[in-house]
């Protein structure tokens, strides 16, 4: 079980951010049962004695790496729909809407790029855990948490634009999740490890057309 966060010292958070990032990098390019301790801990220029004061063990780090990533990511589309929501009901035109799309995805996915080995890393990650038993149950209780609150932030901002999905939620963000996580594949091949991904918003914006119904409040 990972540690709560909450009441670790900013030195200590820090410290457990260091071997996180570590540990991505070195996932990235060795695979997770291919990483030892001392490469992630090489990696991140901590000793042995400080990785085992954060983490009982490498699958440990694996499920802090979700935790952490996950929260990081939807911390920050919580701020973009915030800022959007202030915009959008402070405005008095009337923006067309697969224009609004393409503008809040690129936002979305520029608020902060992720890198060649974060996105590998995290198809490492979800394959590993379906191969470990142990892991996979609580892989799945803390997809599952994160799942939820994504759902409410979707349809916060779905509100905000007048629009509902066409499809129940769940299955409405099984398909959008999978489609950018083919697109970022796509677009991390071929790049060093430490590039940023820059990921088209085209093609997530034509399936969001599809699957989502605009319905303005003054609508006869």
Known sequence: MTMNTDELSPRRRQTRATLVQAGTSVFAVRGIDGASIEEICEAGGLTR???????????????????????EN????DATI????????????????????????DDVFNEKKQTVAETITEQEIELYCLRVP??????????????????????????????????????FLTVIISVFNRIAL?????????????????????VLMHLIDFCPDDED
Do not use: C
């Open 74 to 77: 939807l911390d920050r589309l």
């Open 186 to 206: 796509s677009a991390a091949a071929g790049k060093a490890m430490d590039e940023p991904v820059d990921i088209d918003p085209s093609l997530i914006v034509e």
């Open 82 to 105: 915030q800022r959007w929501t202030e915009q959008l009901t402070t405005t008095f035109e009337v923006p067309e809407i697969k224009a609004l799309m393409t503008t809040f995805i």
């Open 134 to 171: 142990h892991l996979h149950a609580r892989y799945v209780e803390l997809n599952n948490s994160q799942f939820e609150r994504l759902a409410a932030l979707v349809t916060t901002a779905l509100d905000v634009a007048g629009a509902t999905t066409k499809q129940p939620i769940g299955d």
């Open 49 to 71: 004695g400080a990785f085992y004061s954060n983490f009982s063990s490498r699958d440990d780090l694996v499920l802090a790496i979700i935790e952490m990533r996950t929260s």
